[in-house]
């Protein structure tokens, strides 16, 4: 799948509406993420770009994920203590993890708005958010291991 030239304007445009300049790197950056299923960590968009920008540095990736993140173009996924990884999908969905190499998919199902409100009821919480992840094994591995 390869993101729409109106996605990437969009993102473009609401960099620009919060005042932060465009540069290629930054473009490349945001172009890499949007087109991206994988949920990238900072160093899956170093080694993709890296050939293309030499100068570039891991800091700057880092750099420009907080930007982006700062105006809510993306979601900082975080994990234990594995590095972060970045999504650009940031309507509601959940999320499917493969234990072998990583990969999140994205997966779509009704939001389950009952369990935040049991668990409010129950627990005197005032729940702002959940999160559901699924674990299994990817497609690609899964053929991996069948030779
Ligand atoms: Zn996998
Ligand atoms: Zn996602």
Redesign the pocket.
């Known amino acids: 799948m390869t993101v729409s030239e109106a996605q990437l304007q969009e993102a473009v445009g609401r960099l620009k509406n919060s005042g932060v300049r465009i540069t290629p790197q930054r473009h490349a950056v945001l172009e890499y993420l949007l087109n991206a299923e994988i949920?990238p960590t900072a160093d899956d968009i170093y080694k993709a770009l890296e050939g293309k920008f030499p100068n570039m540095s891991v800091a700057t990736v880092y750099n420009n994920l907080r930007v982006f993140r700062e105006i809510g173009l993306v979601?900082e996924?975080t994990y234990g203590d594995s590095s972060s990884r970045f999504?650009c999908?940031t309507s509601d969905?959940y999320?499917v993890i493969c234990d072998s190499c990583g990969k999140?998919?994205?997966f779509h199902y009704p939001r389950l708005d009952e369990v935040e409100s049991l668990a409010q009821k129950v627990t005197g919480f005032d729940v702002s958010h959940h999160r559901m992840e699924l674990y299994g094994t990817c497609e690609n591995c899964k053929k991996a291991t069948q030779h």
Request: charged fraction near 30%.
């Open positions: 949920h979601r996924l999504d999908n969905h999320h999140i998919v994205d």
